[in-house]
C-alpha cells in the first residue's frame, strides 16, 4: 500500500506525461494532409481558367461577330483546313487574296458599262467610297468573301457589259492583265462554297479563262456550278466564240465547300477539282490567245445565285 506521499508524486508527475507529443503521428498528419489538400486548388486554377480564357472567347467572336453579310456566322471566321486559306469556315485576307491584282465588277451601273472598283482601292474588302447598293452584292464575313447577282437582267435590271447578257459579281485579273498560255505556269486557284446557284441548265460561272479583249470578246473557258452540284468546264472551239462544248469535271453538293485550279500552261488547258487528278481539255482552234483570268459569280440564268470564296489566288512562271 503506497504512502500519502508517493500518491501526491504520482498526482503531480501525470499531467507532464500526458502532454508529452507522440513523434509520429504528428509527422504523418501535418505532412501528407496538407499537401495533398493544396494540390488541387493547384490543378484547378492552373488548367480550368487558362482554357476557358484562352479558347472560348477568342473563337466565337472571330466565326460569329466580325461579318457583315445578313448570311450570318456560318460561312466565316479564320478556321483551319488548306493552310493560308483557312478552314471550313473561312481563311486569312492576307493570304487569301491579293486585292492589287484584282478588279472586281457590280452588277450595277449603267447599261453597258458596269461599275468597277480596282482592288487596290479597297481596305481589307471596303471601297473607301462604296458605289450605292454596293452590300448588295458584295460584303464580308469574317475574312471571306460573299458575291451575289439578283438574277437575269429582265427580271432583276442589273447590268451587263456590252458583250454579255448576263449579270456578274465578279473579279477580273489585272495584274499581269495578260499572260502566255505556252510559257511555264499559269493557274487560277480558288477556294469557296456556292450557297446558290442560279436557274440555268450548266449554272453559275465560279471561274474562268478570257482571251485578251484585243484578240477576241470571247473565253477560253468558263467552269460552271448547277443547283446540282454539277461542276462543267465549257470550252471555245474557237477564238470567234458562240460553238462552246461543255464537259462534266465534279459534283459537289450546295452548300459544300471545295477548291478549283484552272490551268493554262506549256500549251495545254487543264483543270482540277479538289486533290483529284489534273483533267485534260480540248482546245480545238484556239491556239493559244493571250488571256486572264476571272473569278467570282457570274449568273447565267433568270434565278439569284450566291457563292462565297476564301481563297483566290494566281501563279505565274515565264
Known amino acids: 500500500m503506497p504512502s500519502k506521499l508517493a500518491l501526491f508524486n504520482i498526482l503531480l508527475l501525470l499531467p507532464l506525461a500526458l502532454a508529452v507529443p507522440h513523434p509520429e503521428k504528428s509527422d504523418t498528419t501535418s505532412d501528407a494532409s496538407p499537401v495533398s489538400t493544396t494540390s488541387s486548388p493547384t490543378s484547378t486554377s492552373d488548367s480550368s481558367p487558362t482554357s476557358t480564357s484562352d479558347s472560348s472567347p477568342s473563337s466565337t467572336p472571330t466565326s460569329g461577330t466580325d461579318g457583315n453579310s445578313t448570311t450570318g456566322g456560318d460561312n466565316g471566321g ?56 454596293f452590300d448588295k452584292y458584295f460584303s464580308m464575313d469574317g475574312d471571306t468573301i460573299i458575291l451575289k447577282v439578283p438574277g437575269g437582267p429582265d427580271e432583276t435590271g442589273c447590268v451587263t457589259t456590252e458583250n454579255s447578257k448576263h449579270c456578274r459579281t465578279e473579279f477580273c485579273e489585272i495584274d499581269p492583265k495578260s499572260w502566255d498560255p505556252t510559257a511555264t505556269t499559269n493557274q487560277l486557284s480558288a477556294t469557296l462554297l456556292v450557297t446558290q446557284a442560279d436557274d440555268s441548265t450548266y449554272g453559275t460561272c465560279i471561274g474562268q479563262i478570257h482571251i485578251q479583249e484585243s484578240v477576241s470578246v470571247r473565253p477560253v473557258c468558263e467552269l460552271y456550278y448547277n443547283k446540282n452540284g454539277d461542276l462543267n468546264m465549257g470550252v471555245e472551239q474557237t477564238r470567234e466564240g ?77
Request: hydrophobic content about 25%.
Open 242 to 318: 458562240g460553238n462552246e462544248k461543255e464537259v462534266k469535271v465534279g459534283n459537289v453538293p450546295i452548300g459544300t465547300k471545295f477548291s478549283y485550279v484552272i490551268a493554262y500552261e506549256g500549251g495545254q488547258l487543264k483543270v482540277k477539282i479538289n486533290d483529284g487528278d489534273f483533267q485534260m481539255l480540248d482546245q480545238y482552234q484556239l491556239n493559244n490567245p493571250m488571256s486572264y483570268f476571272k473569278a467570282g459569280n457570274y449568273n447565267q440564268g433568270t434565278t439569284p445565285s450566291e457563292v462565297h470564296f476564301f481563297s483566290i489566288q494566281t501563279t505565274h512562271v515565264a
Open 78 to 133: 479564320s478556321g483551319g483546313g488548306n493552310g493560308t486559306t483557312g478552314g471550313e469556315n473561312g481563311g486569312s485576307s492576307a493570304t487569301g487574296i491579293d486585292w492589287t491584282k484584282w478588279q472586281l465588277q457590280l452588277p450595277a451601273g449603267s447599261p453597258g458599262h458596269p461599275t468597277t472598283i480596282n482592288g487596290a482601292d479597297m481596305v481589307d474588302g471596303k471601297p473607301s467610297n462604296p458605289p450605292d447598293g
